[in-house]
């Protein structure tokens, strides 16, 4: 009787603390662009889709991504600004008049929000950060293009953990 009573016990001991990691490790995933955005950004930029920035003339791209991401893939004429924090000179080198249409993007838009932020502090009244960054854009099969101008399929994915939201393309760790 005390050996079944021990089993049992120690059964619910299990099985509680098998409830509490499956629910601490699943409250901790994040399983979609939208709810690492959600966790991770300030939403003090406003976003734009990749369909209509793709859709626009006249924007600048700006990448705030490392240097080796960048070299593996961007977007089309981008600037690289690197994930640095930029000081006021730096920002009005990039992009002399203050009303020019900007879009910031990383690899999904959590890096890309503080860049952008940094426009907008300097007077730049037209920023935006690309939703789902250049993952989002490969994703919807927009080019990406290497850094001797040809479109490559590689895109540099940042990590095992954040290159899930990659879902086309050669991912590049």
């Known amino acids: 009787m005390l050996a079944k009573i021990l089993f049992i016990s120690s059964m619910r001991l299990f099985l509680s603390i098998f409830i509490f990691i499956s629910g601490f490790l699943g409250s901790n995933a994040q399983n979609s662009i939208d709810e690492v ?18 859709s626009l003339k006249g924007y600048v791209f700006l990448d705030a991504r490392k240097k080796e991401e960048y070299d593996v893939s961007h977007i089309e004429n981008a600037i690289w600004v690197g994930t640095n924090k930029l000081n006021s000179k730096e920002i009005s080198s990039l992009v002399l008049d203050k009303s020019t249409p900007i879009i910031v993007y990383c690899s999904i838009g959590v890096r890309s929000e503080n860049t952008a932020e940094e426009f907008l502090a300097e007077g730049y009244t037209n920023v935006k950060n690309l939703y789902g960054g250049i993952f989002e854009w490969k994703n919807q099969d927009y080019p990406v293009f290497d850094n001797q101008g040809k479109v490559t399929d590689k895109v540099h994915a940042f990590s095992k953990h954040w290159g899930q939201f990659l879902t086309k393309g050669e991912k590049v760790y």
């Open 37 to 54: 955005l959600m966790k991770y950004n300030k939403h003090n930029v406003a976003y734009i889709n990749t369909q209509k920035a793709i």
